[in-house]
């Protein structure tokens, strides 16, 4: 969608489990210069910031659909899957968990929870989406360009 870019990523797959934590390993290096967008409806207008160092973020995000049907027109209003726009405001997230990080040289161990906002049921139909941004604010168009950040080894502990 290029006149609204981030509705352009589709998080989640199916997901019938009830996941707890989601662990791994990292490593991350941060661009040299920092960029920051005061208004993201304004995506390209950008100032140099070099008070500022990007952080990397590792998020995951269980939510609730009606099904999974996904239509063949990726912008569809029928299509459920979240997107960059919604993918941690909808009133449809169950449970949601992060950690975020300045630089780390060598791969490192992470683990963080989920925290459920609203009862998960066997029941019901659910798509779950682990998000890895080598800019935590990169949604807001803001960070360093050339920042890496390599995940390895990513695990989804269920109940």
Do not use: H, W
């Not at 950008?46 to 027109?73: F, G, H, Q």
């Not at 080598?134 to 168009?141: N, Q, V």
């Amino acid at each position: 969608d290029a006149q609204n870019t981030l509705r352009s990523t589709r998080f989640g797959i199916e997901y019938s489990d009830k996941p707890l934590r989601v662990r791994g390993y990292y490593k991350y290096t941060p661009g040299k210069d920092y960029y920051r967008c005061d208004n993201p409806q304004e995506s390209n207008v950008t100032e140099l910031d070099n008070s500022l160092k990007d952080e990397c973020a590792i998020s995951a995000v269980l939510y609730e659909v009606s099904s999974y049907d996904v239509p063949s027109d990726p912008y569809d209003e029928s299509d459920e899957r979240l997107n960059g726009t919604n993918i941690f405001t909808s009133d449809r997230i169950v449970a949601m968990g992060n950690m975020t990080s300045g630089e780390i040289q060598e791969y490192t161990p992470f683990e963080f929870e989920l925290e459920y906002i609203k009862e998960y049921s066997a029941d019901k139909l659910y798509r779950f989406a682990i998000i890895c941004s080598s800019s935590k604010d990169g949604d807001k168009f803001s960070g360093a360009p050339g920042s890496t950040l390599i995940v390895d080894d990513i695990s989804v502990i269920v109940e």
